[in-house]
């Protein structure tokens, strides 16, 4: 699945993103709009409830803010999930299950209310790919 729209903002091939409180502004290339937006039932996914897309790791440019930005890493320590040392919010992470691509959070889109997508896939994240 892939969106060019969502309720009424157009996504544009460089498309923005912010966390809550701004000091992190990030620029997503999103060509073909979102691809495979979903959410994922792993320990973490679980507990911050974002939706994702993915872009190739050339796709996300840091515009501003990058020394507000944490890295979290758990269990494998293969994914690297980076989030807003002021508001908290997750941005973005490296994946696990694909290490050449990001996970961004599809609230931090400038313009987009993640809650216009209607209903979005669920991964099973606890029977992770990358444990088989």
């Not at 060019?4 to 923005?16: F, L, P, R």
Request: proline letters at 4%; glycine letters at 10%.
């Amino acid at each position: 699945m892939s969106l060019k729209q969502v309720g009424n903002t157009d996504i544009q091939a460089k498309h923005k993103a912010t966390c809550h409180c701004g000091f992190v502004e990030l620029e997503l290339s999103l060509p073909n709009g979102i691809e495979n937006p979903r959410r994922c039932d792993c320990s973490i996914c679980r507990r911050k409830g974002a939706i994702v897309g993915s872009v190739n790791l050339d796709g996300i440019r840091i515009l501003k803010g990058s020394e507000y930005l944490k890295l979290y890493q758990f269990n494998t320590g293969t994914a690297k999930h980076y989030f807003c040392s002021n508001c908290g919010i997750y941005t973005h992470h490296q994946r696990r299950s694909n290490p050449n691509e990001y996970g961004f959070n599809i609230g931090c889109l400038e313009g987009v209310n993640p809650f216009d997508l209607g209903d979005v896939v669920t991964n099973d994240g606890v029977n992770h790919p990358a444990d088989r």
